[in-house]
């Protein structure tokens, strides 16, 4: 039975759904890297505000300090609220994985039963043609056609085999007379 229109529609279908969890999945995973790196930054300009606090602290210098504070607090802000969207981010990225690898496993599915599919097809096209060898073999030898054989006769080979043996002793016996009377 030859693979159904449906089953190969069926076959795109899931190969354009994992293209879109593959991209779904490269976005979310984009994302998360965005907010690794805004992590990075913040951390970075946190620890800018505390130097800041420090070295305004040997210098006396007020607004340095004020602001190396500020700096810190808005910092500290930040952190929390980019820790929170990396967690959230992450959460979506095993989903988004997950979903992709679903539909990976089904397009494959899909495949394999082509693929199976196919190969039954191939095989009973191998028979078909078989069959047809032997039924076109089996009508020659019954039609009588002096090349073909329907298969080794071992009591007529065994018979022609005598008969020459026969023939080449006759001969034989016929040539030793003949020597004789010359």
């Known amino acids: 039975m030859p693979v159904s229109p449906g089953l190969r529609r069926l076959l795109h279908i899931r190969e354009l759904e994992e293209e879109q969890g593959r991209m779904a999945l490269e ?57 929170a969207r990396t967690k959230m981010a992450t959460q979506r990225v095993g989903e988004t994985r997950h979903a992709f690898m679903s539909k990976r496993v ?13 190969e039954r097809d191939e095989i009973e096209a191998g028979r078909r043609s078989q069959q047809a060898l032997d039924e076109w073999h089996g009508t020659r030898v019954h039609a009588g056609d002096p090349h073909e054989k329907a298969g080794p006769s071992v009591r007529h080979d065994a018979n022609l085999i005598k008969a020459e043996a026969n023939r080449d002793k006759g001969n034989a016996v016929g040539k030793k007379l003949e020597s004789k009377n010359n």
């Open 106 to 118: 089904e397009r494959l599915q899909a495949e394999t039963l082509i693929g199976q599919t196919e």
């Open 27 to 83: 976005s979310a995973v984009g994302e998360l890297q965005r907010l690794e790196n805004a992590m990075k930054n913040v951390t970075e300009r946190a620890r800018k505000g505390r130097e800041l606090i420090v070295s305004s602290a040997i210098s006396n210098e007020l607004s340095d300090r004020l602001a190396g504070i500020e700096e810190t607090r808005s910092a500290q802000r930040a952190i929390a609220v980019v820790s």
